[in-house]
């Protein structure tokens, strides 16, 4: 039975790494696809789902295609994620002047969209500032 326990653990995680880059792109997609708001920063809060603390290189990577999305689609909301969301990458390298750039152009983002709900999920990045 233990056996069986740790194959099963070693399937599911090389088959969780080798999906990684699908999931990425069908996520970005799904985030450019939403009208609302809120269900936009619930969807992009899905989107890093731990992972700044697992791999904060692919975190970075990922975010900043969402960036580039954002930028490119005019949605602010995204931008300001990713920039906070980088802006936490940046922290856990411990380059925290960068972190604390990136904080700041997310804040002045947001606060030009009005969105308080940013400020409630991502109040989290400022941790390393």
Known sequence: ??????????????????????????????????????IRIDLINAFSSNMAESDPVMDMQNFQKLLLQSQRNKDRIAE?????????????????????????????IAHETGNEKWFITKMRTFRYI
Do not use: R
């Open 80 to 108: 300001a994620m990713a920039f906070s969301e980088t802006g936490y990458d940046y922290g856990a390298f411990g380059n925290y002047t960068k972190s604390l750039e990136c904080n700041l152009k997310a804040t002045a």
């Open 1 to 38: 039975m233990k056996k069986f326990t740790i194959l099963l653990s070693i399937f599911v995680s090389i088959n969780t790494a080798f999906c990684q880059k699908g999931n990425v792109d069908a996520m970005l997609k799904k985030i450019a696809a939403e009208k609302d708001d809120n």
